[in-house]
């Protein structure tokens, strides 16, 4: 049974700390993309890679995250520096894209909780 | 403009009532994909369907169920003899045409009493 894994799965920080996030997409996989979820805004996009070129990062604050695909089967976040306003649960997803398909079917991992304190 | 909105906040029922999951969207697209997700208590959200534009054929899986209606714009969700582990946050998503973005609804939070 094929899933996307991240880790860590909890991390807890103090403000101004850099935070990497991981992410392994599952083998095949050409598509991968960074959300954010907050109760107060939901699930937001920060990132969409395509064979590991970034083509949107419009949703990420551009000064402290960087997000990146070092090979097919590695996906990193950054945060640097880390603010209490970034807490949040940080998913990545896969999906195979192809003009076959039409939209890419998007498979979640579990998530990564990080409180900045 | 692309929405989806389900308007249902909170449902709450007992255990092995049937409850249906509403999930109504707005798009120009002739070309568009909607998709079901689940988020139990435990965080991780999984994947349950995805139907496209062309394909207005009712879904059956187990005890779940989708309705597809293009004339209302709707794909609702219903869960038949609902169980305690089916308590989760249900969320409908529209992609249109290739685009690779979802657009969320805002979820349902679903609880089922045993």
């Known amino acids: 049974d094929a899933r996307v894994t991240q880790t860590p799965r909890h991390k807890v920080t103090e403000m101004g700390q850099e935070v990497t996030m991981r992410c392994q997409p599952i083998?095949?996989?050409?598509?991968v993309f960074w959300y954010r979820q907050t109760m107060m805004q939901g699930l937001e996009l920060l990132a969409y890679?395509?064979?590991?070129?970034?083509?949107?990062d419009s949703g990420m604050p551009k000064d402290r995250f960087s997000a990146e695909m070092p090979d097919a089967t590695l996906a990193t976040l950054k945060i640097q520096p880390s603010e209490p306003r970034d807490s949040a649960v940080y998913f990545c997803?896969?999906?195979?894209?192809?003009?076959?398909?039409?939209?890419?079917?998007?498979?979640f991992g579990p998530g990564t909780r990080l409180t900045v304190l | 403009a692309q929405k989806v909105t389900q308007a249902q906040t909170e449902i709450s029922v007992v255990e092995k009532e049937d409850v249906t999951l509403d999930c109504v969207y707005e798009?120009?697209?002739?070309?568009?994909?909607l998709f079901w997700y689940k988020q139990p208590p435990s965080g991780e959200l999984v994947f349950l369907i995805r139907?496209?534009?062309?394909d207005e054929q009712n879904e059956i899986s187990g005890r779940y169920s989708w309705n597809f209606q293009k004339s209302t714009s709707s794909f609702n969700f219903t869960i038949t003899a609902s169980q305690v582990v089916d308590s989760a946050v249900y969320f409908c998503?529209?992609?249109?045409?290739?685009?690779?973005?979802?657009?969320w609804g805002a979820g349902t939070k679903l609880i089922i009493k045993p």
């Open positions: 083998l095949g996989h050409n598509t």
């Open positions: 798009t120009r697209d002739t070309t568009y994909y």
């Open positions: 890679f395509r064979n590991r070129a970034p083509l949107d």
């Open positions: 998503a529209l992609s249109e045409g290739s685009n690779y973005q979802l657009i």
């Open positions: 997803a896969s999906g195979l894209d192809s003009w076959l398909a039409g939209s890419t079917t998007q498979y």
């Open positions: 139907r496209n534009s062309f």
